[in-house]
C-alpha cells in the first residue's frame, strides 16, 4: 500500500514539475497555436493581410482555452485582427493590404503573460485572369512577463511537497522583457473557375531572432528559433447547397513541430447564401482530433471548435483537451457591394 501511494505521489509531482516548468520551456521550443488556423489569417502568415476573395475587409477575434482539466491555471490564447484592401483603383491589376493584430497568451500557474501588437502590410498582384500572388511581412512590439512566486522548481521540494520557504538556485534576472519581432510571408492563389480556388502560402516568424530570456545575457535561453510555416487549402463549390474547404497546415519552431489537416464545409440554408451551417474535423499529428461546428449569416461568421486529446496526456486530462472559438466578420465598401468573388460561393 505504502509502495502504491509512493509511486502515484511520484508521478503527481513529476506531472506537477513538468507544468510548472513548461512556461519556462516554452520561452524557448514553440509559440501559441489555434487549431483553426484558416480562422486566425494574420497570425498565420503576414501576406493574408488583405488577401480576402471574398470582401474588402474583415475583423476578427480568436479564443482558446487549454488543458484547464488539470491545470488550475489552464493556457488562454486571445486575439483580435483587422484588416482591409487599399489602392484597389490605383493599382494596375493589384492591390495592397493594410491590417494588424493583438495577441495576448496566459500560460501556466508562473502566470507567464505574453503581449503581441503587430502592424502588418502586404502586396497582391494578379497574374492573369485566374491567379494571384501576394507577399507581405509585419513588425511589431512583444512583450513578456512572469510571477516567480508563483512558481515551484525541483530544489524546493522536500520529499513530500513544493515548499515555497526553500530557496531555489533559479534567479531570474527580471521578470519581464520586450522586444521587436518581425514576420514575412508569401502566398500563391489558383481559380481557374467559379467552383474551384487553390491557395499555398510560407512563413517565417521571428525572421530578425529576437532576444527572449529572463536570466540574463548569458544565458541559454536567448535567441527566439525562427518559425517556419507553410499551409494548403482548396475552397470547391460541388453544387448549390455544399461547398467544401480541405485545409493543412505544418509548422516547425526549433526541435518542435505541429502538423494539423482536415475539412470542414459550408450548407447554404438560404436562396442566396446568407445564411449557412458550417461544420467539419481537423486532427492534429499524434495529438488531438478537432470536431468544429458554426454558421454564418450575411458575413457574420462564428465557429467553435474543441480539441479531443488522442495522445498519452489523455490519461491525465480525460481526453479533454482545449476549447477554441472564433468570430469573423467581413464586408464592402458602400461603393464596391458589387464586387465579384475570386473564391466559390453560394
Partial sequence: MFRIIKISLLTHSLLFIACCLLPVASLKAQDLHFSQFFNSPLVTNPANTGFIPDADYRLGVNYRNQWSSVMAVPYKTMSAFGDAQVFRDRLENG????????????????????????????????????????????????NKHINEAKLKFPDQFDGKF??????????????????????????????????????????IQHANRPKETFFGDNSVYGRIPMRHTG???????????????????????????????????????????????????????????????????????????????????????????????????????????????????F
Fill in 162 to 203: 513544493f515548499n515555497s520557504s526553500i530557496p531555489t538556485g533559479v534567479a531570474f534576472t527580471n521578470n519581464y522583457v520586450s522586444y521587436i519581432d518581425v514576420h514575412a510571408g508569401m502566398n500563391y492563389a489558383y481559380f481557374p473557375d467559379e467552383n474551384v480556388y487553390i491557395n499555398a502560402g510560407y512563413s
Fill in 95 to 142: 492591390w495592397l493590404g493594410l491590417g494588424g493584430i493583438i495577441v495576448n497568451d496566459k500560460a501556466g500557474s508562473g502566470s507567464l503573460t505574453s503581449t503581441k501588437v503587430y502592424g502588418s502590410l502586404a502586396y497582391h498582384q494578379m497574374l492573369g485572369l485566374s491567379s494571384l500572388v501576394s507577399a507581405g511581412f509585419n513588425i511589431g512590439w512583444a
Fill in 231 to 345: 499551409f494548403l487549402n482548396g475552397i470547391f463549390k460541388l453544387n448549390d447547397r455544399v461547398i467544401v474547404n480541405p485545409n493543412a497546415y505544418f509548422t516547425t519552431q526549433a526541435k518542435a513541430t505541429d502538423l494539423v489537416f482536415g475539412l470542414n464545409a459550408n450548407y447554404n440554408l438560404s436562396q442566396f447564401g446568407e445564411q449557412q451551417l458550417i461544420a467539419g474535423v481537423y486532427y492534429r499529428l499524434g495529438d488531438a482530433v478537432a470536431p468544429m461546428l458554426g454558421v454564418e449569416l450575411a458575413n457574420f461568421q462564428i465557429v467553435y471548435s474543441y480539441d479531443v486529446t488522442l495522445s498519452s496526456m489523455s490519461k491525465f486530462n480525460g481526453y479533454r483537451g482545449a476549447s477554441e472559438i472564433s468570430i469573423i466578420k467581413k464586408g464592402f465598401y458602400p461603393d464596391n457591394v458589387d464586387r465579384a468573388s475570386i473564391c466559390p460561393k
